[in-house]
């Protein structure tokens, strides 16, 4: 049997319940210091698992994968020590619960509409699942506050941008630091421009005004820069912007919206901005909050944030107030210093650990042990790698996101085609995954913990991916390398690999709510400048871990 422990037992609904639930976070973190301050990459080199209780570890190198990989999601199970099962369960009453939030209740009247072809075009079911969720969420609070304009912060190649343009009719500029993605985003609203004139010349009973989001590129480095670009782009807006018009007699609201909305303000109105962001990685989130506050113009912000490994961190009382890390003045009070293997560690998705099976967990578990091993090799041989920092293996998980999106998109089994390999995206930096597609092949791999292995087979797969390894680094392979002297010291404790990695990406989730918790308190901190300041987890955490929404309106 297996205990979940009710899931989360704190409240953030007040800026004191908040600050109470970030020290009750801390207080629980002191004791497992290690785990934030490591990295499974070096867990043979640094000897990783003699700081873990051994009863623990004894306990766990029993149990099969797929259990060991409930433990990010707080699952125990009931014959484990009853230390260990407190220290799962107390993790997930830490933990901000991360089922997807009922929009209508959240949002009255608010509709999610299912995006047309040509919107959705180019875009997978995870992009296109968020897309359609969080236009409507910034459709509906457009429309309450009555904000003429939305900043999309960090718009990528405009996705969110379009649609809001050109489905729900709001005046959009898309902000991005690449001019690669700005000149996408032109491109594409222009062919999405004659899609919507062809259905406005068939429809000539609607009137309605179709906005092409204005597109600038920008390295938003500051509250002030964006603030100002908003600005100054804000009164220049209705005059550059071009609009598609049609006539019309009929007052229905557009598709997507509540029956009670009324339309946005006319232009001649004073202008009004909502700041949004759909995962603006690192430091761009905080900013965009710090601007929210700072703007008057700014009426909302929408944020939800992603890459806490980006963040910018400063771990004294005197924190440097830009600093993306800690942002509140509770949180900054205690003193509290993560560290990047810690903010790497919040980027995890317990939601697709879990649903992996008992093979795949074994593949995943295995290449943490391949690339553990690895390291005592580049740490020997090649110490200048380990000190630039370089990452191994992206190319193998990019191959990997590449195969199974096909999968998801071709036959719309989530459960399945996420177990196949998208997990890889909750790995962290150090990058575990093998750069030769071959090694990402689970049905022709050896098994090895709880399942029959064969040493020699293992060995020879660990021969491959050192050599690939080497390769995709432009590394000489020396033969000079006793690879079988690395592996067969690794091998002695590689049963516990998996189980040293379950327990640190069990807190996981509890990282990141202390992130997002110290961004809810900051602007619950700002007094009655605020209507209301919520986190509402807004997207299926299958689809899209990184799925909570920081969303808050000025009075």
């Not at 009137?207 to 938003?220: D, E, G, L």
């Not at 609009?243 to 946005?264: A, L, M, Q, V």
Request: charged residues 25%; aromatic residues 8%; negative net charge.
């Amino acid at each position: 049997m297996a205990d979940d422990g009710g899931g989360c037992k704190y409240s953030c609904r007040t800026g004191s319940e908040t600050l109470e639930w970030i020290h009750a976070i801390i207080e629980f973190l002191k004791p497992y210091r290690f785990f934030l301050d490591a990295h499974v990459v070096n867990f043979f080199k640094d000897k990783l698992w003699e700081a873990v209780d051994k009863e623990w570890l004894d306990c766990l190198r029993k149990e099969r994968a797929e259990k060991l990989l409930q433990i990010p999601s707080g699952v125990a199970q009931d014959n484990w020590p009853d230390s260990l099962k407190e220290y799962v369960l107390t993790s997930r009453s830490l933990s901000l619960p991360r089922d997807q939030a009922d929009l209508l209740e959240a949002f009255p009247g608010v509709r999610t509409a299912p995006l047309n072809n040509v919107l959705a075009q180019g875009m997978n079911q995870k992009k296109k699942h968020e897309i359609e969720t969080l236009a409507a969420v910034i459709g509906s609070i457009a429309r309450k506050t009555g904000a003429q304009t939305i900043v999309d912060v960090g718009s990528g190649q405009g996705y969110l941008a379009q649609v809001l343009s050109f489905e729900y009719e709001l005046s959009v500029i898309a902000v991005d630091a690449s001019s690669h993605h700005g000149s996408i985003t032109e491109a594409r609203a222009k062919r999405i421009e004659k899609h919507y004139a062809a259905k406005i010349r068939k429809s000539r009973s609607e009137n309605k005004v179709f906005s092409i989001p204005k597109a600038v590129t920008c390295q938003v480095l500051s509250p002030t820069m964006l603030k100002d670009v908003s600005s100054s782009l804000l009164q220049a807006n209705d005059l550059e912007n071009p609009t598609i018009s049609r006539e019309n007699n009929d007052d229905t609201p557009p598709e997507g919206y509540g029956s009670e909305s009324p339309f946005p303000p006319k232009a001649n109105e004073k202008s009004s901005l909502v700041l949004a962001g759909l995962h603006a990685c690192g430091d761009l989130s905080v900013t965009m909050l710090r601007s929210f506050m700072e703007c008057n113009a700014v009426k909302a912000v929408v944020s939800i944030g992603c890459c806490y490994n980006l963040l910018s961190e400063d771990g004294n009382k005197e924190a440097d107030n830009q600093c993306g890390f800690p942002l509140s003045a509770g949180a900054k009070s205690a003193s509290l210093y993560l560290g990047k293997n810690a903010r790497d560690l919040a980027c995890q998705s317990a939601e697709r650990w879990r649903n992996l099976g008992e093979a795949d967990g074994l593949h995943n578990f295995e290449l943490h042990i391949f690339r553990a091993a690895f390291q005592m090799v580049l740490c020997q041989y090649y110490p200048e790698v380990i000190t630039r920092g370089t990452t191994i293996g992206r190319q193998g998980k990019a191959l990997r996101r590449k195969h199974h999106r096909r999968i998801l998109e071709s036959n719309g089994d989530i459960t399945s085609a996420i177990s196949g390999t998208e997990f890889a995206q909750g790995v962290e930096s150090g990058s575990t995954w093998a750069i030769n597609p071959l090694l990402n092949d689970p049905s022709t791999y050896p098994k090895s913990l709880n399942g029959k292995s064969s040493s020699v087979d293992r060995y020879s797969v660990f021969v491959n991916y050192c050599k690939a390894g080497l390769g995709r680094l432009g590394l000489h392979d020396s033969q000079d390398i006793e690879l079988f002297s690395f592996w067969k010291e690794a091998e002695e404790y590689s049963d516990l690999v998996g189980p040293y990695w379950a327990l640190r990406a069990g807190l996981g989730p509890v990282l990141e709510t202390l992130l997002l918790l110290d961004r809810l308190l900051f602007l619950q901190e700002q007094g009655n400048l605020l209507i209301e300041a919520v986190m509402l987890p807004l997207f299926d955490p299958l689809l899209s871990p990184r799925n909570m929404a920081l969303i808050a309106e000025k009075a």
